[in-house]
Nanobody
Framework: VQLVESGGSLVQAGDSLRLSCAAS????????MAWWRQAPGKEREFVAH????????NYADSVKGRFTIDRDNAKNTVYLRMDSLKPDDTAVYYC???????????WGQGTQVTVSS
């Protein structure tokens, strides 16, 4: 299993970004996937997850209404669209899967998102 995140960048408050997670080594279409993030000096926190068919999505309260998780099973890729970014969104963003079990699955290497005020 391999998860490779990309798309992180330095942006200004109010900007948008789209992160990508390229998955390999398993059949993406059979599993839910999730995004997590870790800010400097803080514990890793849940951001969003998406069901294997994309019909069910769940978000942390802190990003609800601003972030959108999506997937393209044909491309083996999960996305995180981030709008109206805030400095508090600054973190390393990680893709996790396959599945949502807290003690199972794999982490990608992460991609850095920095939001300046």
């Amino acid at each position: 299993v391999q998860l490779v995140e990309s798309g992180g960048s330095l942006v200004q408050a109010g900007d948008s970004l789209r992160l990508s997670c390229a998955a390999s080594g398993f059949t993406l279409s059979e599993y839910a996937m999730a995004w997590w993030r870790q800010a400097p000096g803080k514990e890793r926190e849940f951001v969003a997850h998406i069901a294997y068919r994309g019909t069910n999505r769940n978000y942390a309260d802190s990003v609800k209404g601003r972030f959108t998780i999506d997937r393209d099973n044909a491309k083996n890729t999960v996305y995180l669209r981030m709008d109206s970014l805030k400095p508090d969104d600054t973190a390393v963003y990680y893709c996790k899967g396959p599945g949502l079990h807290p003690d199972r699955g794999y982490w990608g290497q992460g991609t850095q998102v920095t939001v300046s005020s």
